[in-house]
């Protein structure tokens, strides 16, 4: 084979590769807008949608009822934080995960079940079982995922907190935090 047809194939290879990483970074794009399109149109809510997709979330409810949440997300970490939310009633917080790895940090002394169709998938319960009035109830389906769900007072005190976050700040931990 002559130089000009060894040439004319590495052409025709790196055309395809600029194609196809053309359609794969359109696509990352699409689904991308896609998922923050469905936490954006559920703002207003009673039961609010978080979404992340290939991302790192921080979301933290603030001092206020807590009516439950869909959490949709794909190839994240996403922690949610309820340490401060007031439950006055049994909620759901209802997952579809993949390839993610889920924290959700509850008030201390709060139920929780989770009933979680897992394949692939580490779930922990690092609670402290107490009884109380209402329960968090966590369902839904997790592939190839890590799901912990931690009290705030197994998971740290305010001091810990705080160092944690400026450790964060430092080596540029979690770049994005929704707030409700």
Do not use: W
């Amino acid at each position: 084979m002559s130089f000009t047809g060894k040439l004319l194939k590495i052409s025709a290879v790196a055309i395809v590769a600029g194609v196809a990483i053309k359609i794969g970074t359109d696509k990352y794009r699409q689904k991308k807008k896609e998922y923050a399109r469905i936490e954006e149109k559920s703002k207003n809510d009673l039961i609010r949608k978080y979404t992340a997709f290939f991302d790192r979330k921080l979301v933290e409810i603030e001092d206020g009822s807590f009516e439950g949440c869909d959490i949709k997300s794909l190839g994240s970490k996403l922690v949610i934080d309820l340490s401060r939310a007031v439950i006055e009633k049994d909620v759901y917080i209802s997952v579809d995960l993949k390839a993610t790895s889920l924290t959700v940090i509850l008030p201390s002394g709060q139920s929780v079940r989770s009933d979680i169709n897992n394949i692939f998938t580490k779930v922990t319960d690092n609670t402290d079982s107490a009884e109380s009035e209402h329960t968090i109830y966590i369902v839904g389906k997790a592939r190839g995922c890590n799901v912990e769900i931690a009290s705030d007072s197994v998971f740290m005190d305010d001091d810990i907190k705080e160092e944690y976050e400026d450790f964060n700040e430092i080596v540029g931990g979690f770049d994005n935090t929704a707030e409700e």
